[in-house]
């Protein structure tokens, strides 16, 4: 049915300009015209509502001066034809709407106010949000940022149509006092801005609805990034033979730990290891060795006081885990000038990529793992603004100026490699603690050691340490450690 809406999201995601552009030949090829696709998304808009809602519900729709007002005002219909309580509130004059929008609110035959004041906000169970849709861009008007503040603080059901107000559907800005929806039901296609960063706040939980077009238009138009997953991510595990032995399944060697920091890199090489790597090599400051080893006598742990003592060891390894822990004072740098000529495959987080920034150099078969702060460091934009609003441009600025493959971590992290970006599925709030990124740089290099590619053990590894952190969590988000994962990553992997 076209008006069916669905959690079970595609693997591919879109600009929203490509939706605007595209969606009427969509419609076109699909037999049907974008009136028609007014009414499906305003129908497939209030059968989310009306499933999900109890008794005695009030709903109030909230519209704008673009096509989503119709929208909304198809949802206000529907519900005042089942017997809904529902109120619709115009942040804009009507009068200024246009075509099929126009004709949505003359078919309306409810109530109507056209200022948050004239109503109890508080009465209302349910809000559905159709003030801007795909097109939104830049800064809220003032008196929407008011009705919003107030609608934000109110601890009720908050639906989105296609887009939630505020948020850029492409970039995933968002702007001061959008909409925190609770859901969000978006239209014909994944639009990539709602998948990562902050905006995965405002967004809730996810559903598309694709008006029966979306085949049509996933054929037609080249979608920007992908969305990977699970089944699709799994197929990719290493697989063992039976006959193999520790030494197929590579050697990483991680090196980090200075003075005072045993514990990051042994996160990492332990994370390496319960990812399935054959043989784990710990480089560390002398000063370290014993708490590096203690308890994991899996790990062959070696004292580098110098970087002419890494030289047998790289000499060893078939992957390089470079950074946890491993500071910038004079015996960092040391380490790093040395491990940065390696052809080795290199997989460069924390410290690592804080004196890359400081020296930059592009080489090919390396991961970058940086988090927002790191990433603005290696763009020298130390002092520009390089903040939410960017993530796509700034994953696939430092991807190119680096060679690199690149994770930019947070919700919805983003893996990118030349012209591919896959905005990672897994996740959540549990993993805001010390050390994850730890773990994750040695999950990467574990998958590295067992000879797979560097995007989809990226791809992989990113996955694999959201996914894990989920299933830990479940025992409480609050408190949980890096280490609290590595059970779930041998049971992931298999």
Not at 115 to 127: A, M, N, P, R
Not at 181 to 203: D, E, H, N, P
Not at 315 to 322: Q, Y
């Amino acid at each position: 049915m076209a008006n069916e809406y669905s959690d079970n999201l595609p693997q591919v995601a879109y600009t929203s300009q490509q939706v605007q552009q595209y969606e009427g030949q969509a419609a076109k090829l699909s037999g049907t015209n974008l009136t028609t696709l007014m009414r499906r998304a305003g129908h497939a808009a209030f059968s989310y509502v009306n499933d999900t809602m109890s008794s005695h519900e009030k709903v109030l729709v909230i519209t704008g001066k673009g096509n989503n007002a119709g929208d909304g005002f198809i949802v206000a219909q529907l519900c005042r034809e089942a017997g809904i309580a529902v109120t619709v509130l115009t942040l804009f004059e009507p009068k200024r709407l246009a075509g099929d929008a126009q004709q949505a609110y003359r078919q309306y035959h409810g109530k109507l106010v056209s200022t948050y004041s004239e109503i109890d906000l508080s009465q209302f169970t349910t809000v559905v949000d159709a003030v801007f849709g795909t097109g939104f861009r830049g800064e809220l008007p003032e008196h929407v940022r008011t009705c919003f503040d107030c609608i934000n603080n109110l601890p009720i059901r908050k639906v989105a149509l296609d887009v939630p107000s505020g948020v850029n559907a492409t970039t995933g800005e968002v702007a001061p006092s959008a909409l925190m929806a609770s859901t969000t039901v978006t239209f014909i296609a994944l639009k990539q801005g709602l998948l990562s960063g902050t905006a995965k706040r405002f967004v809730g939980n996810l559903l598309l609805a694709g008006l029966g077009v979306d085949k049509a238009f996933n054929s037609q138009v080249t979608a920007t990034s992908n969305f990977l997953n699970h089944e699709t991510l799994m197929a990719t595990r290493p697989q063992r033979a039976l006959d193999s032995y520790k030494n197929s399944h590579g050697h990483v060697l991680v090196i980090g730990g200075n003075h005072g920091m045993a514990g990051a890199v042994r996160l990492a090489a332990e994370a390496a290891l319960r990812a399935g790597a054959g043989l784990v090599s710990v480089a560390t400051h002398p000063d370290n060795t014993a708490a590096v080893l203690y308890g994991r006598y899996e790990l062959m742990v070696h004292a580098v006081a110098t970087a002419e003592a890494l030289l047998p060891l790289l000499n060893k390894a078939s992957v390089v885990v470079l950074g946890p822990g491993l500071g910038q004072d004079l015996w960092a740098q040391s380490l790093f000038r040395r491990v940065i000529q390696t052809k080795l495959p290199l997989v460069l987080d924390a410290d690592g990529l804080n004196l890359l920034a400081k020296e930059p150099v592009a080489r090919s078969n390396w991961v970058l793992t940086p988090h927002l702060g790191e990433a603005r460091r290696l763009l020298n934009n130390v002092n520009a603004k390089v903040d939410e609003a960017d993530r796509f441009a700034v994953v696939s600025n430092i991807s190119k100026q680096y060679q690199a493959t690149t994770v930019l971590k947070g919700p919805g992290s983003l893996v990118a490699q030349q012209q591919s970006i896959n905005i990672n599925r897994s996740g959540c709030a549990a993993m805001a603690s010390a050390g994850m990124g730890d773990v994750l740089s040695g999950i990467i290099g574990g998958l590295l050691a067992q000879g797979m590619e560097a995007f989809a053990a990226t791809n992989l590894a990113v996955y694999i340490h959201g996914l894990a952190a989920e299933q830990a969590a479940d025992d409480g988000a609050k408190g949980m450690l890096a280490g609290d994962l590595f059970e779930h990553i041998r049971g992931i992997l298999g």
